[in-house]
């Protein structure tokens, strides 16, 4: 060990011992950071004779990052006290650092330099007489972080040291995590515990959890995060608040994220003592220009304000009958001389239902384009209702060719069996980037229009409502933990696999036996269409228990007709579904001429969004010659047989998984198969109320009779409701 290594090691081990230790215990805590040993010897024998010896060429505070990391990842890969610090003399094998050092600028070939950009890098393997030199370089410091992080990863899942070599830079600018934390504590949707923020010690006390919390981000490419709940309290603006995002801040900076918060529309009456929040009053443009300032004062780097507005009684300009536009400007002009932005929710819909509440964004939006400023991100849900197990993506993609546009993801799996069903959601996320709005002709998938690419916006962002919470395990379910992950590799790079982003979660995370490794990809990989099947099938939506979206409850009448299941499915002795053709709410001309002639077409209409766009006759064949009614209740039972298929697999891969983790999911797979089976007997049972015809071959009789389903309560917990009678 090096002199000038040792007071490194005990700021390891103050930081990080506490990881460590928690970890041995296999809770979860380390996420895809475990850093295990090697298992393949042959991979072992190679890492080892060129990673014994690390250096790095900073010693800036992510140049000290990135040296933490290496030393934690390399001793825990190579299971030996591997060296790694600042400008180590000799050969060392691995040298980590800008392009502009001297030593990577007289290694580095002019050809190998990293792709353009800040936060991009390349990873070079070079021979140096007999022995090889792997070069991880950027053209900044968090560049080259990004391409360690990259790297560990590469060796995580065990790559030949040359196919370690690469040249990436993200496709999309802004690469957010979007909390819904609120100042009490409690975090809106959350079902890993309370809010990370501990906001009654901070900012006297610092978890050293908000630097794994950022470890965690970086190693992914998320480079910001939004602290607050959308249904904002305007008192995170106070400098009483502002001291403490201020001390987070400070320990995410050197990982490369930065704070945003989000900005209560009303802020300037409720902390401002203004008797308006007009955004064309002029005392109230001076107030958001001062707080600007005053935010910035705190938080050189801050990212910009997150606002819901006029949107689920949420103040906005519309109180004032002021647009979006004067809105999202206001605040915009306020941050633009710090070069912050403002991401503005398209998702809005009026306090008087609508005829149809899938059309409000769009409707409200299309008229304002051109009308933002550079700095304005419209920010829009995947899909045009909230985040259901499936819909088709949303109609704002690409509609909005003078705007930059933002896509929100929801990685807390509010209407997926929350904390303990198994759904991992990169299928999901990937199958709406890689949905063709058709705006600019054929390949304009919605992944182009918000990288940038398709309609030449140069801010360009994606964001993932986050699941994480002080739970030990980060996320509430260990699984849960790979749709972060996820949300973050895509992010990165959107062009990448579902099945390659699990592969390497896994691997990361919990074994690298390969036929483990296979098993465990495919209970992941057939997890989401399963929980679509026995939730929501063929385009059906939101037909999930009132206010806690949790368990089935297609019944449900709420005050507001377009909250209720019943507006969404529209059962009746007819059939079932939501015409959103011309014929209905016409929510499908929203949508560029070839999609909508798809969508609006009975013979083209893809069965997976039947019901979403068309009402159907119960007894009308389907593209399988079945009807309607068997195919319905076919795929509820399909969805119960993925989940008892994906418990078995489970159980053969027993001998790979450490115990408690093993077991965690053991359990929560038991909860899930048992929740299925809710879901599919309660949904036909209903169902059957209004088609009156009987389950066709192959699907099981429901337990219990409808009223039986419709009596049974989920507790009072909000955040995890239980439903423990049920069968
Ligand atoms: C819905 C959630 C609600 C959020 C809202 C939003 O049920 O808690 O406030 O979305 O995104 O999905 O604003």
Redesign the pocket.
């Known amino acids: 060990m090096t002199g000038q290594l040792r007071p490194l090691l005990l700021t390891l081990a103050l930081s990080v011992a506490p990881l460590g230790a928690v970890a041995r215990a296999d809770t979860g805590y380390e996420l895809w950071l475990r850093y295990r040993r090697v298992p393949n010897a042959t991979r072992l024998a190679e890492y080892r004779r060129v990673f014994a010896q690390a250096s790095v060429e900073s010693n800036s505070a992510t140049g000290r990052v990135i040296r933490d990391e290496l030393t934690l990842g390399l001793r825990g890969l190579l299971d030996t006290t591997a060296v790694v610090g600042v400008g180590v003399g000799g050969n060392p094998g691995l040298i980590v650092g800008v392009v502009s050092s001297s030593r990577i600028a007289a290694l580095l070939p002019a050809s190998r330099r990293p792709p353009a950009g800040s936060e991009s890098f390349v990873i070079a393997t070079l021979k140096r007489a007999d022995k090889t030199v792997v070069v991880v370089a950027g053209n900044t410091e968090l560049g080259a972080l990004y391409g360690t992080f990259a790297l560990l990863r590469g060796m995580q899942i065990q790559q030949p040291v040359p196919k370690l070599e690469a040249a990436e830079a993200p496709r999309i600018r802004r690469r957010l995590l979007d909390h819904w934390d609120n100042l009490d504590g409690s975090v809106?949707?959350g079902y890993a515990g309370s809010s990370l923020w501990d906001w009654t010690r901070l900012p006297g006390t610092v978890s050293p959890r908000y630097r794994d919390y950022a470890r965690a981000n970086a190693s992914i490419g998320i480079n910001g995060a939004v602290l607050t709940n959308?249904?904002a309290n305007a008192r995170v603006l106070t400098p009483e608040y502002l001291t403490k995002i201020a001390a987070l801040a400070n320990v995410f900076r050197p990982y490369g994220i930065r704070v945003y918060l989000t900005a209560r529309f009303s802020a300037p009456i409720e902390i401002g003592g203004l008797r308006t929040a007009d955004p064309l009053d002029s005392a109230v443009r001076a107030w958001w220009r001062a707080k600007a300032d005053e935010i910035y004062r705190y938080v050189p780097d801050f990212g910009g304000f997150l606002v819901?507005a006029n949107?689920?009684g949420q103040p906005g300009p519309q109180d004032y009958h002021r647009t979006h536009a004067d809105g999202a400007n206001m605040l915009a002009d306020a941050v633009a001389p710090h070069h912050g932005v403002v991401m503005w929710r398209a998702?809005v819909y009026s306090n008087d239902v609508p005829v149809d509440r899938v059309k409000q964004a769009y409707d409200e939006f299309t008229p304002l384009d051109g009308a933002f400023r550079a700095n304005v991100l419209i920010q829009t849900k995947n899909g045009p209702l909230?985040?259901q197990p499936r819909e088709p993506f949303h109609p704002l993609f690409g509609a909005l060719p003078k705007t930059a546009q933002m896509l929100e993801f929801q990685i807390t799996k509010?209407y997926l069996g929350e904390d303990t069903h198994l759904v991992y959601l990169a299928p999901l996320f990937k199958e709406v980037l890689d949905a063709d709005t058709y705006v600019r002709g054929p390949g304009s998938t919605v992944a182009r229009v918000i990288d940038g690419t398709l309609q030449g916006q140069r801010e360009t962002g994606i964001a993932g409502v986050a699941n994480v919470g002080n739970d030990t395990n980060w996320t509430g379910s260990q699984f849960n933990q790979a749709n972060w992950y996820a949300f973050g590799r895509l992010a990165w790079n959107h062009q990448l696999s579902p099945a390659a982003i699990a592969e390497e979660w896994i691997r990361a995370t919990l074994t690298n036996d390969d036929a483990a490794v296979r098993t465990i990809a495919h209970i992941m990989l057939v997890s989401r269409e399963a929980a679509v099947n026995y939730m929501t099938p063929l385009g059906l939506a939101h037909i999930m228990g009132s206010n806690h979206h949790y368990g089935p409850a297609p019944w449900a009448r709420l005050a507001r007709a377009d909250w209720s299941p019943v507006y969404f499915h529209r059962a009746d002795s007819i059939g079932i579904g939501f015409d959103r053709t011309a014929t209905g709410s016409d929510a499908v001309a929203q949508y560029a001429a070839p999609v909508r002639d798809r969508l609006a077409d009975r013979a083209t209409v893809p069965d997976s969004l039947l019901l979403w766009f068309h009402h159907v006759g119960w007894r009308e064949p389907m593209r399988s010659g079945r009807t309607l009614w068997d195919e319905l209740a076919l795929h509820y039972q399909a969805g119960v047989d993925t989940v008892r298929a994906m418990r078995r697999e489970w159980l053969s891969a027993r001998a790979m998984i450490d115990a408690p983790r093993f077991a965690e999911a053991d359990s929560f797979l038991g909860i899930q198969e048992r929740e299925a089976r809710w879901w599919r007997d309660a949904a036909l049972q209903y169902f059957a109320s209004f088609s009156h015809l009987p389950l066709p071959a192959g699907v099981e009789a429901p337990a219990h009779s409808l009223e039986y389903y419709m009596s049974l309560r989920c507790p009072a917990d909000p955040r995890k409701p239980r439903c423990p009678n049920v069968p």
């Open positions: 809106e949707r959308v249904n819901k949107s689920e998702f909230d985040f509010e």
